[in-house]
């Protein structure tokens, strides 16, 4: 009796949750799963099993290999500079210890700015013609490239924006990280004799790497899942700036093949799972060290 | 000549905290000065001059011979032993050792000598490849110890070391500080505020109250002939016992009773009578009469303290005789004993 009503009083905290879990995320999930073994479109609702025809025309699709290769190089270059002009920035921030909460508040901002619009944003400032970024390189004579038009310079301009909006992310979390390490460490290893190069590599750089480490999974993963950037710049059909994410939305929103777009789901899930998997292991094995 | 040689050293925080208030002290290659005196006395902030840690406001510090009152600490040859063990999370017990070597460039063999040689010495090879929070706090602090030493610094400097560790610890760790300093002959200038450790550690004790030095002599010196009321109180446990009275005709009268004899030196007037309860027996007859209040057994004596008509007293005696509260009892000064303190400076009368 205790028991069963234990077990009832249980179900009634984590049921709700349960319910909405399976309701949204699993059943979607596994019907995703099922879609990706047939012809289904978007448009009329007669649809028949093709085995895995699907997923050959993944593998074999010039533009996936394509999406995975520029998603890649995308969320390599905008972590890897978010996190570099971050890290740097919260470095510099030390020095600045009084006017340092109003800095922290103005660089932050971009952060807190919706992707979508921020996408907008931009289109006005790297406007070919009459955007304040050519404006600005015309009144200094210097070479104006059309940013979000030219071929060369497209994806360097969303890897641009993305820097701009989450450079402060990486900053913040490296700020918390440098103001963890408690000052007896930098005073030992003053008395130590230690440099100020050797404080940084051996003392600070080990100690917040655990954060940064932390921060750099969190970009990652969301970098991977690029949409609205592309999206509010290029549009998801762009064969320069398309990734996987609007590679996904093109086949089956704008081309209707649900049971091809459900294959390309199925297949970029497996690669974000493997991938998180991996980046947690060693993140792990950080902080294991050092917490 | 002296090896450290503080001159006028003043440190005022911004905020206008006067926390040391021109100190002059003089300490000799070898030696262990223990600064001793009550939180806020400014006897950290003088070791973090002497360290570097903490730049003063007035005055000099000469560190064998050279000049080094500004100078960084990695510039004063100096180790340091930080309350809270300062340890480097992220490297273990052999690394953090080894890190004041690697810093100064110690070829590798070489330095893995000197690490085993240290972590041998202190007892701490098993652990040579732990990490400190996986050690207990002693260990950890004889890791700090291990880090302050290798490298044979001209100076070494422990900030209470000892205050974060349980009596047992505090005990064997502070022999061993101890038995390592006479071995190295390293200056070292140690911080506490447990009057106990620093009797037990200090060739010399500097008692600091309220950023000034009280009295700089060896611990039988300051115990015996404390320099003034502050530190005949501060050191000693349970506290020296005081009674204020008058000088009349030679005589020290206090309550109405003649306590004998009052020192030449004091002129007629209010003078404190002082005498540690080593000195005061108990009996029928003697110089006051009081009740006893509280009879405290500590297995080697007994403290017995007892309400007389002009104050508290405390007397040790023997462990073998009980004392009954509520007694009546005679208490009886031994005159060897009794210091005698200016009533309106504190200062000791000779």
């Not at chain 1, 920035?89 to 619009?117: D, E, K, W, Y």
């Not at chain 2, 349980?166 to 505020?193: F, G, K, S």
């Amino acid at each position: 009796m205790e028991r069963s009503r234990g077990g009832l009083g249980r179900f009634a905290f984590v049921g709700p949750t349960l319910v909405l879990l399976i309701a949204f995320n699993l059943f979607p999930l596994l019907y995703n799963v099922v879609l990706s073994f047939t012809n289904a479109e978007l448009v009329g609702d007669g649809w028949k099993w093709i085995g895995g025809r699907n997923y050959e025309r993944v593998f074999t699709d010039a533009r996936f290999g394509a999406a995975v290769r520029r998603t890649a190089w995308f969320v390599f270059c905008a972590v890897g500079l978010e996190l570099g002009i971050g890290f740097a920035t919260a470095l510099a921030l030390q020095a600045f210890t009084r006017v340092r909460a109003v800095l922290v508040t103005a660089l932050l901002i971009p952060m807190m700015l919706s992707p979508a619009v921020m996408g907008l944003f931009w289109n006005l400032i790297l406007n070919g013609n009459h955007g304040i970024t050519n404006q600005t390189l015309d009144a200094l004579s210097l070479p104006q490239p059309q940013w979000l038009t030219d071929r060369e310079w497209k994806l360097f301009s969303v890897i641009l924006i993305d820097v701009w909006m989450w450079t402060p992310f990486l900053m913040l979390i490296s700020m918390a990280g440098l103001a963890a390490i408690p000052k007896t460490l930098y005073e030992a290893a003053e008395v130590d004799r230690a440099s100020r190069w050797t404080v940084f590599r051996r003392v600070t750089l080990p100690l917040v790497a655990p954060y940064l480490g932390l921060a750099v999974l969190l970009r990652f993963t969301d970098a991977l899942k690029q949409f609205d950037l592309v999206m509010a710049t290029q549009g998801p059909n762009d064969t320069s700036t398309q990734t996987l994410s609007t590679l996904l939305y093109q086949v089956t929103f704008r081309d209707g093949k649900v049971g091809l777009g459900s294959a390309y789901a199925c297949v970029i899930l497996v690669l974000v799972i493997a991938l998180a998997t991996v980046f947690t292991r060693y993140l792990e094995t950080i902080q294991r060290r050092t917490a | 000549m002296s090896f450290v040689a503080i001159r006028g050293l003043e440190k005022t925080y911004p905020g206008g905290t006067r926390a040391v208030r021109g100190i002059d002290l003089d300490i000799a290659e070898g030696e262990f000065v223990v600064l001793l005196g009550p939180s806020g006395c400014g006897k950290t902030t003088t070791l973090r001059m002497l360290a570097g840690l903490e730049l003063p406001t007035a005055g000099t510090i000469e560190l064998a011979g050279r000049e080094v009152t500004h100078l960084r600490p990695a510039l004063r040859d100096i180790g340091f032993v930080f309350q809270f063990y300062g340890l480097y999370p992220h490297m273990t017990v052999a690394e953090n050792v080894a890190f004041p070597l690697e810093c100064a460039g110690v070829p590798r063999e070489e330095r893995q000598n000197r690490v085993r040689y240290m972590l041998e010495r202190l007892g701490l090879e098993p652990l040579a490849s732990k990490y400190p929070r996986t050690l207990s706090g002693g260990d950890q602090q004889r890791v700090a110890l291990a880090r302050a030493m290798v490298r044979r610094p001209a100076l070494s400097l422990m900030d209470e070391p000892l205050g974060t560790l349980d009596a047992e610890r505090r005990a064997e760790m502070a022999e061993l500080i101890r038995a390592q300093q006479i071995q190295q002959r390293v200056t070292t200038v140690y911080v506490t505020h447990d009057q106990e450790e620093a009797m037990r550690l200090a060739d010399r004790i500097v008692v600091m109250s309220g950023g000034e030095i009280q009295q700089a002599a060896s611990p039988m010196e300051v115990y015996d002939s404390p320099a003034n009321r502050f530190v005949a109180h501060f050191v000693g446990s349970p506290a020296m016992n005081e009674l204020r009275g008058r000088v009349e005709g030679g005589r020290f009268l206090c309550g109405g009773a003649d306590l004998g004899p009052a020192p030449a030196s004091a002129a007629t007037g209010e003078v404190l009578f002082g005498v540690r309860p080593e000195h005061v027996s108990l009996g029928e007859e003697g110089h006051l009469h009081g009740e006893v209040l509280v009879d405290e057994y500590v297995g080697s004596s007994r403290f017995v303290y007892v309400q007389t008509a002009v104050g508290r007293i405390t007397a040790r005696v023997g462990a073998a005789e009980p004392w009954r509260p509520g007694a009546a009892v005679a208490l009886k000064f031994d005159g060897k004993g009794v210091r005698w303190f200016d009533a309106a400076t504190g200062r000791r009368l000779p």
